[in-house]
């Protein structure tokens, strides 16, 4: 069982350049979201998504784009970027929000991702 | 603003000792806590939760205390591995922000052997 798989691990890119980073899950979970981690920093929720064709956005969402065609797939894209968009990115899922016990992510492994 | 503090960057204890992490919190609507394990060149992976309406919750070596009038949780661990070196994040989520989670910035945990 593959869980949350990213693609690719790494990349270096231009300011300016655009780039979309893949995240697919298995686990036949409806939410997905996507993390940014800058160095000495928590995580900050970029785009989430309820399920398939429903996104919305999370705390810094500026610079990106996100798309949830099917409920496997949840692709981050990144337009025109910058330096500050420097950092590693994290896919995860989750079966079920459980308003009442709260929320159990699984985590892909991560894009470290450098705009120079 | 900081909603979800761990003011410890990084702890060192000896192995077969006890690790104590703390995490604060300032939103007292948070009733939902989390903690998450990291390893290098990995994605987070879920360690043990609590639910404030318990002060307690017990998995294996790990133990989360949840101090509500502080609104302060601590994740203990007992005895401490090698293996447990990694970093942990603090997390907390609440009705009013549809569940999603705001993270600490991790305490980075070094168990000697």
């Known amino acids: 069982n593959a869980g949350v798989t990213q693609t690719p691990k790494f990349r270096i890119l231009k300011i300016g350049q655009s780039m979309t980073l893949q995240c697919a899950q298995d686990m036949n979970h409806n939410y997905m979201y996507w993390y940014r981690q800058d160095p000495g920093m928590g995580l900050k929720l970029i785009y989430y998504s309820v399920g398939a064709g429903i996104t919305d956005k999370g705390e810094v969402p500026n610079g990106y784009n996100v798309s949830r065609s099917t409920t496997e797939d949840f692709p981050l894209r990144l337009e025109l970027a910058a330096p500050s968009q420097t950092s590693v990115y994290f896919c995860a899922s989750s079966g079920d929000r459980v308003v009442l016990l709260g929320e159990k992510l699984f985590f892909g492994s991560g894009t470290q991702l450098s705009v120079l | 603003d900081q909603q979800v503090k761990q003011n410890s960057p990084s702890l060192s204890v000896q192995e077969g000792r006890i690790s104590i992490l703390n995490c604060d919190y300032t939103?007292?609507?948070?009733?939902?806590f989390l903690w998450y394990k990291k390893y290098p060149a990995e994605g987070p992976t879920f360690l043990i939760s609590i639910s404030s309406i318990k002060d307690k919750n017990e998995d294996g070596r790990f133990t989360v205390f949840l101090n509500k009038s502080a609104k302060h949780l601590s994740l203990h661990i007992v005895p401490s591995q090698p293996g447990d070196s990694a970093v942990y994040f603090c997390?907390?989520?609440?009705?009013?922000?549809?569940?999603?989670?705001?993270w600490g910035l991790g305490t980075s945990l070094a168990v000697n052997p």
């Open positions: 997390a907390a989520s609440s009705n009013g922000n549809n569940r999603k989670l705001i």
């Open positions: 939103n007292s609507m948070f009733d939902y």
